[in-house]
């Protein structure tokens, strides 16, 4: 079986994606640092967890618009349960 490849627009959106999460993630560290209010480290802690949510949505949606489908073609009934087994990880 060939494995997908994903477009360098795709790796592109999501590697921009995780690089402003990870710059927000090292800002709420410094707010931390400087012993911030908790409640706007909580606001931003917030921002970091819907942008997480967000990023794999996005991973999500492209596996199933193109992934899965390729491998649905071949009938590779295995990469529908490795799909089944990520999201129930990403949920817990």
């Known amino acids: ?6 477009s360098q627009k795709h790796i592109k959106a999501i590697s921009n994606r995780l690089s402003r999460t990870i710059g ?4 709420v560290k410094n707010m931390v640092k400087r012993d911030e209010d908790c409640s706007k480290i ?3 802690l917030a921002a970091i967890k819907a ?3 967000n990023t ?3 991973v ?3 596996h199933l618009a193109h992934c899965i489908h390729h491998t649905c073609s071949e ?5 529908i349960e490795d799909l089944n087994k990520a999201i129930d990880m990403f949920v817990k």
């Open 1 to 6: 079986m060939k494995k997908h490849q994903h």
């Open 24 to 27: 927000h993630l090292e800002a």
């Open 42 to 44: 909580l606001i931003q």
């Open 51 to 53: 942008a997480v949510n």
């Open 56 to 58: 794999a949505k996005a």
């Open 60 to 62: 999500l949606k492209e």
């Open 75 to 79: 009938e590779n009934k295995q990469s």
